[in-house]
């Protein structure tokens, strides 16, 4: 039905490959989502599972439709320049919401919205 029968076994071992090194990558992300302490590290974690994991798993994909279709598949280009467009949005926007109620609940974790003048200026060295 899907073809995989049809698949030589060089593309089958490095289709298995890829996806399995990119649920590995996902699955270290998903455990760090989980393991970290406060929100501000654990949005970082998921991201190395949407990077990394995301072009390991699409570089599977690919190879696998590719070889068996005998001609390149680039949907899975698409995909990838879609989700790296809107990945770093998404955190983005899930940060600074974080940040403003961090910072109107007055937590002291939290640097104030203007800290330049804790800075030093050249002048004063």
Do not use: K, Q
């Not at 029968?5 to 649920?23: D, H, I, Y």
């Not at 989700?83 to 974790?109: I, K």
Request: overall charge negative; charged content about 15%; hydrophobic content about 50%.
């Amino acid at each position: 039905m899907s073809g995989a029968g049809e698949l030589p076994a060089w593309a089958a071992l490095l289709t298995a490959f890829f996806v399995l090194l990119g649920a590995g990558v996902t699955l270290i992300g998903s455990i760090g989502l989980l393991r970290l302490g406060s929100f501000y590290a654990r949005v970082h974690a998921p991201t190395l599972g949407t990077t990394v994991g995301m072009a390991s798993i699409l570089a599977g994909s690919a190879l696998f439709f590719s070889v068996l279709e005998a001609r390149p598949v680039l949907h899975e280009i698409l995909i990838a320049v879609f989700v790296t467009l809107t990945t770093p949005v998404t955190l983005m926007l899930l940060v600074r919401a974080a940040l403003y109620r961090d910072r109107t609940e007055g937590s002291a974790d939290i640097p104030p919205a203007d800290d330049t003048g804790n800075l030093v200026s050249p002048e004063e060295n």
